[in-house]
């Protein structure tokens, strides 16, 4: 019965369906330029961050203290110096506090306790860095009654934990159950399976979350502002004020010193590179480790 | 014998690993709540002076002692809310292009440069926002926008270029990473049967994506913008550089703003007085509890997407 | 069973081969489905009989790698040929999975008018006939009725699957394809879905993919045997089964395969 009368309905349907391919192909013209639009910045970003940052590093830029206001060169030494006993002090703290409670979510990560750690994990993750800038400020800098490195590497670390928490987690859960009761069936106590087995094994991958946990807060400036402050000399201590490369990028941004808005673009080129260098460089590692794993 | 005792040495190890480990750990829920009491406790005198009228009044004046922080409220409310009504969009298509269109050769390059937005520095972003956006805006953009949409109170005024509009650009770049990253997950973890049904049932391409993939994702993707507006309400450094940094509570879009991160960043170097770095330092205590809870709200979708994914 | 051949042909496959990422899983296929039967395809598994009838409405091809040659001629078409849209050809060829699969995020009346509303049609009255059409040819209509609104997702493993069917059904397609539909299924779930297969097929023509010998000897008029990508036999039902030609059917069929 059904063949050999075209109900009402298989006509609408040969009408809509001209619409309805227009719109397919309409979407799927949206999809690609979705993508495309959102990656210019990406593109105008490193282009203008390039083209403006490359004429104002020189010799200069890397060696010499910022020049007093009106005097022409002078350099980001200082800043570049801070920038790097700031981060090695937040991976001080940073790095072994967050691979421990790594492995802890991994390992013990089925109970209550855990799921109250690994919520800590994703709300400190979730936090705005200048409000760990601030706890910082509340908790070291008023009773130190100073500005110091010692704070701002203090923030800088409490960023990091998070990062490198969740990632330690999410690459020790890829060891398959097996190579697990391989170990424990060696007569191995869980520990040493854990640490030598498990955590040894995986320490390239662990190594790779921890870089780009290191890139991340190289470039923080907000947790800096008033726990590290600024500093236009050299390094003085770890409990004096520091200059940093991201603060000091944007002291001269805001500044109306067209010089100082050069040297803006030189930190910010230096910065730039040194963050999507480290990450090409470990996700294209991590991509080799996977696949020889996977071969 | 000799077996018990090294079954005994056994435990042992493990036990006092695991405290170890359970005791660092167990620093971190510790480090949240440090978080909330320390704010708290220093911005306890401007808690007891203002009380509620520290949220709901617009008149910050550090010289004569009186803080109200609504008119930042409204910039940082309304500089997330334009980053996720451009932001959203864009990264759920954008989602939707990686794991249903592009080739996994190409979904791969692709998705490692939507990465890569996430890796640019904030105050990068402030600085390409300054001098690159900014001046874009106030030539090209928003005097376009006055003559098409000037009716429309949001889109007039002069053209200042820094304010409302630049900041809630930069942020929409900012949330894209994220809210892709998080609706890519969602969108591969929906079964593939799903789509195979609604192509069974005579679904275009588009229409695949609309009924299997969207709509069975609806609340992972919900999850993914909320976790996106979280992250825009926060951001400091490059909504600092090109809001414009004035306290205006305005109808229109191209008049600049003020945040009540940027506010902070602002004046962190200027606040002498105990009062007024009480009162940023509240700033930083609402702020906590704001993301705290729009996170915490995130993931409750985002964790309720994955439940009914793992029912099936 | 002697009716059967006397119907027309519906379906007409002819030497279909297919492929995975250049490893053929089909090598030549030809058989006819008769019109207003059930087809039932048998055989171990990877022997290609899902790559089979995921090759008629051509849901194969949507595989990223896989390849299609060979011509299946239906209304006197080759739905295989480039300038037939697979779109539309699904409309009349329907598809029910070997998990449940009704759309989580839709309501059980929605999950059956899907087919309808993406094809435009918005008429609450139409789509409300349908619905009650489909759902008593689906026999679930009685189970459901009063909870129409409710998640597709509440029903039970085999209310699902009948959900599913008569989802499929609401487009009113010419072929329902079945691929194991019972495989997920409890043993009174299967049962009640092999009736409503031999009600069904005075609406429409079945195919089904099944593992299941005594399922395919209950329910099908005629059964095809495939093994490594090819149709070693096909033929009436109680003939395979009881006099099969080929001797690795009769090892199949018997239970000594493997």
């Known amino acids: ?295 | 014998m000799k077996i018990i005792r090294k079954r005994r040495d056994i435990h042992h190890g493990d036990r006092y690993f695991y405290f170890l480990l359970k005791g660092l750990a167990s620093g971190l829920p510790l480090l949240l709540f440090l978080i909330a009491a320390f704010l708290l406790k220093a911005s306890w005198p401007t808690i007891n002076e203002f009380g509620a009228a520290f949220l709901f009044t617009q008149d910050w004046d550090p010289v004569g002692e009186h803080f109200g922080v609504l008119a930042f409220a409204f910039g940082t409310i309304v500089s997330s809310l334009i980053a996720i009504a451009i932001g959203a969009p864009l990264s759920i298509f954008t989602a939707l292009f990686l794991t249903e269109l592009a080739s996994s050769r190409v979904a791969k390059v692709a998705g490692f440069l939507v990465e890569m937005l996430a890796a640019i520095p904030s105050v990068v972003y402030g600085l390409w926002g300054i001098f690159v956006l900014a001046p874009i805006l106030r030539i090209h953009v928003e005097p376009f926008l006055g003559k098409t949409l000037g009716f429309l109170p949001l889109f007039q005024g002069p053209p200042y270029g820094v304010g409302m509009l630049a900041a809630g650009i930069v942020l929409a770049i900012m949330i894209i990473p994220t809210i892709t990253s998080v609706s890519r997950e969602v969108f591969r973890s929906v079964p593939q049967s799903y789509r195979e049904a609604a192509m069974a049932l005579g679904a275009t391409r588009w229409e695949v994506m609309r009924i299997a993939v969207l709509k069975t994702g609806s609340t992972g993707i919900l999850g993914a913008v909320i976790l996106g507006l979280g992250r825009a309400l926060g951001e400091t450094m490059a909504v600092t550089m090109v809001i414009g940094n004035r306290a205006d509570i305005s109808a229109s879009l191209f008049s600049p703003a003020q945040t009540m991160s940027s506010v902070i960043a602002n004046e962190y170097a200027e606040a002498t007085s105990a009062t007024h770095v009480a009162a940023l330092l509240e700033i930083g205590l609402v702020l906590f509890l704001l993301t705290f809870i729009v996170n915490s709200l995130a993931r409750v979708f985002v964790w309720r997407a994955s439940l009914g994914r793992s029912a099936r | 069973m002697n009716t059967t051949e006397l119907r027309e042909t519906l379906l007409d496959v002819r030497n279909l081969h297919a492929s995975f990422g250049g490893i053929a899983a089909l090598h030549g296929i030809s058989l006819s489905v008769i019109a207003n039967s059930v087809t039932a395809i048998i055989g171990p598994s990877g022997c290609g009989k899902s790559t089979f009838i995921r090759c008629l409405n051509r849901l194969h091809e949507e595989v990223p790698g896989a390849t299609t040659q060979g011509e299946v001629w239906l209304d006197g078409q080759d739905i295989l040929s480039a300038d037939v849209d697979p779109v539309t050809l699904r409309r009349k060829i329907g598809m029910v999975f070997q998990k449940p699969n009704p759309f989580p995020a839709m309501s059980i009346y929605e999950n059956v008018v899907a087919g309808l509303t993406l094809a435009g049609v918005r008429r609450r009255s139409v789509l409300n006939e349908v619905v009650e059409k489909t759902l008593n040819l689906a026999a679930l209509w009685d189970e459901v009725k009063d909870k129409l609104h409710h998640p597709g997702s509440s029903l039970s493993g085999g209310q699902q699957q009948r959900l599913c069917i008569a989802r499929a059904l609401a487009i009113e397609p010419r072929v329902l394809l079945m691929d194991e539909p019972t495989s997920a299924l409890d043993p009174i779930s299967t049962a009640r879905i092999e009736e409503l297969i031999g009600e069904l097929k005075r609406e429409v023509t079945i195919v089904i993919v099944t593992h299941n010998m005594q399922q395919a000897a209950r329910i099908s008029d005629k059964t095809g045997f495939f093994l490594l990508g090819e149709l070693v036999e096909f033929t009436d039902t109680s003939v395979l089964f009881t006099a099969p030609k080929d001797p690795r059917t009769e090892r199949y069929i018997t239970g000594r395969f493997g």
């Open chain 1, 1 to 295: 019965m059904r063949r050999t009368q075209p109900s009402a309905l298989s006509q609408l349907v040969e009408i809509t369906y001209k619409r309805r391919r227009l719109v397919t192909r309409a979407m799927m013209i949206v999809l690609i330029a979705a993508f495309l639009v959102a990656t210019v910045p990406l593109f105008s970003v490193f282009f203008h961050v390039v083209r403006q940052g490359l004429p104002a590093l020189n010799m200069d830029f890397f060696t010499h203290l910022p020049a007093p206001v009106g005097e022409a060169g002078g350099g980001l030494a200082n800043a570049l110096l801070g920038t790097i006993i700031l981060v090695v002090l937040a991976s001080v703290i940073g790095i072994p506090w967050g691979v421990v409670i790594g492995i802890f979510l991994s390992e013990y990560g089925k109970s209550r306790f855990a799921a109250l750690v690994r919520f800590s994990v994703d709300m400190l993750a979730s936090i705005p860095s200048i409000v760990i800038g601030l706890f910082v400020y509340a908790l070291v800098v008023i009773p130190m009654k100073r500005f110091s490195g010692l704070a701002g590497g203090l923030a800088l670390g409490i960023l990091m934990v998070p990062t490198i928490a969740r990632t330690t987690e999410e690459i020790l859960k890829l060891i398959p159950v097996h190579i697990r009761e391989a170990g424990l069936g060696l007569g191995v106590p869980r520990w040493k399976m854990i640490l030598f087995i498990i955590v040894r094994g995986s320490m390239g991958a662990i190594a790779t979350g921890v870089i780009l946990s290191v890139a991340r807060v190289a470039g923080e400036t907000a947790p800096l502002l008033f726990t590290a402050l600024s500093s236009r000399f050299w390094f003085g201590g770890l409990d004096q004020p520091i200059a940093s490369l991201p603060v000091q990028i944007f002291n001269y941004a805001i500044s109306p010193f067209e010089e100082w808005q050069s040297q803006a673009w030189g930190g910010a080129l230096v910065l730039i590179l040194f963050v999507f260098v480290t990450n090409i460089i470990t996700r294209l590692a991590l991509r080799r480790a996977h696949g020889s794993g996977q071969s």
